[in-house]
């Protein structure tokens, strides 16, 4: 069982230290909670607002999440140079002029409190208080918080809108000037190999049978007069005569008209009249008529002897022959040319597709960017008219009426028990640290031996005066000394209350 008599003698013949203890913590904190000046809190709510014109119909080109964008603001207001222009412009503390730049930056660090909340389907809130000595420098300091944070959301917003509207249209520029090049570049091309493009490849094929089926005609045509020629010269060895003792020479355009019109008659056996070489060979038929209808007619003449008339045919026949031979030379040539443009055209055709590919990539680009254009005009004209998403006010700074803090009732009673509590603490310390023995079961739990009887010490009258005396005294001196050390600390040293500040700013809390 519990001996109450005893650990209550203890607590007695201990009291001073508790006393001590109890009273010097219980009247600082009276002395604190008296003393320590008030604190007026102001507070405002923000809200991050949507966008008044629906996305779905126009996206903003500053869209930030809204929470994200409430720590943004958070960041960037509680800078060190925002707070102290904002401390030195409104003088917010007593002795400012004596504190240092990190002293101050600390305090109103201390003193700010923001307190951000979002949920789903909650439309982000922030909260934002400051505690200051006076009602007006709270509110002060809370409206520059104001338009620092509602200046710095626009300028954001609208910077980050007039950027990329910027960007775009640099990138509009870059690629219609890349446009430029290519379709000259695709141009100059199509100009230096005009004789090897693909899409007239059917058509040059169709020159080259043409061409294939004149130079084999000329071929004939020449081993034929060739034949005609030596069949003359062996008619006129055997006989001595030639095949019509009477002739007309012919002109140049003469034979060159029944070339050609040897030649149509050949082409018609094989074409049809809509076939392009048969037209081409009326064409030159009816050019080479119109010389020859303009020539004088010819006067028949008489040729004496067999061996004129055969000298003037073989003239006739080598006329034709080399009428022929031109032909053939100028459409070998022509042959040639043209098979060297159809072997280039596949060549031809892989680097114009690849000009036309690059060109079409950059077309596609080009096409995008201006989209994009577009949109980030409509979005930088959103922001710059406030109609994007933003950060408003729904609870402005106001001048409180009454200090906040202290709860001086809760400083003195809760500091007053700490004391009491601090004391007794003290006392059960000390008795933890005492080994002496002061009762029978110490002797038995200690020693291990059993006493027959114990016998108290007994103290004379007079004893027991001089003991009441000096405790008395003590308790006195306690009561009298104590209060009164502490006051003369917080009159001649430093107030408690200041004292008790610099400790919640080293240590970051606010009472």
Do not use: C
């Not at 640099?170 to 446009?179: D, F, G, I, M, T």
């Not at 294939?212 to 006989?239: C, G, H, M, P, Y």
């Not at 004391?419 to 310390?429: C, D, E, P, R, T």
């Amino acid at each position: 069982m519990v001996n109450i008599r005893y650990y209550w003698s203890i607590f007695m013949r201990r009291f001073p230290y508790f006393l001590i203890v109890a009273l010097v913590i219980s009247v600082a904190s009276v002395i604190a909670a008296m003393t320590l000046p008030p604190s007026y809190v102001s507070q405002m709510k923000l809200i991050v607002e949507a966008p008044q014109i629906p996305s779905q119909l126009v996206a903003s080109t500053a869209a930030t999440p809204a929470q994200q964008q409430l720590q943004v603001v958070e960041e960037r207001l509680l800078t060190r140079a925002n707070l102290l222009d904002i401390a030195n412009r409104l003088q917010v503390f007593k002795n400012q002029n004596e504190m240092s730049p990190d002293q101050v930056e600390l305090s109103m660090r201390a003193r700010t409190s923001v307190r951000s909340s979002s949920g789903r389907g909650q439309a982000p809130l922030m909260t934002i208080s400051f505690e200051a000595p006076t009602a007006r420098t709270a509110a002060g300091v809370l409206n520059e918080y104001l338009t620092l944070i509602q200046q710095e959301d626009v300028e954001s917003r609208t910077g980050r809108a007039t950027q990329t509207l910027e960007f775009f249209e640099q990138e509009v520029a870059r690629l219609s000037e890349k446009l430029a090049e290519q379709a000259a570049r695709i141009l100059a091309f199509k100009t230096e190999n005009a004789d090897a493009l693909p899409e007239s490849l059917i058509y040059r094929l169709n020159q080259q049978t043409i061409l294939q089926d004149r130079l084999a005609q000329a071929e004939r045509n020449i081993a034929s007069l060739k034949d005609q020629k030596q069949r003359l010269i062996d008619v006129f060895r055997s006989t001595g005569q030639v095949a019509g003792v009477t002739g007309q020479a012919l002109t140049a355009e003469q034979l060159q008209l029944e070339s050609l019109r040897a030649q149509l008659n050949n082409a018609l056996a094989i074409y049809s009249e809509e076939n392009p070489q048969v037209k081409m060979l009326q064409a030159q038929i009816a050019k080479v008529e119109q010389v020859v209808s303009a020539q004088p007619s010819p006067q028949s003449t008489a040729v004496g002897t067999g061996n004129s008339l055969l000298d003037v045919q073989l003239a006739q026949l080598d006329a034709q022959v080399s009428v022929l031979e031109e032909q053939k030379t100028l459409t070998t040539g022509q042959l040639r040319d043209l098979t060297e443009t159809i072997a280039r055209a596949p060549t031809v055709a892989i680097r114009l597709e690849e000009l036309t590919l690059d060109y079409q990539n950059t077309q596609q680009q080009y096409n995008t960017a201006t989209n994009r254009l577009s949109q980030a005009s409509t979005g930088e004209r959103i922001e710059v008219m406030a109609r994007g998403q933003r950060i408003s006010i729904i609870d402005p700074p106001s001048t409180p009426n009454a200090p906040a803090k202290p709860n001086r009732v809760l400083i003195a009673g809760g500091g007053s028990i700490f004391g009491i509590m601090a004391g007794v603490g003290l006392v059960v310390l000390l008795e933890l640290l005492n080994k002496s023995i002061r009762r029978p079961e110490d002797l038995v739990s200690k020693l291990g031996i059993t006493p027959l009887a114990t016998v108290p010490y007994t103290r004379t009258r007079g004893e027991m005066i001089r003991q009441r005396g000096l405790k008395t005294l003590w308790i006195m001196m306690i009561l009298i000394g104590i209060p009164a050390a502490v006051y003369a600390v917080h009159t001649y040293y430093q107030p408690l209350d200041l004292i008790a500040d610099k400790l919640m700013d080293k240590i970051g809390v606010r009472w």
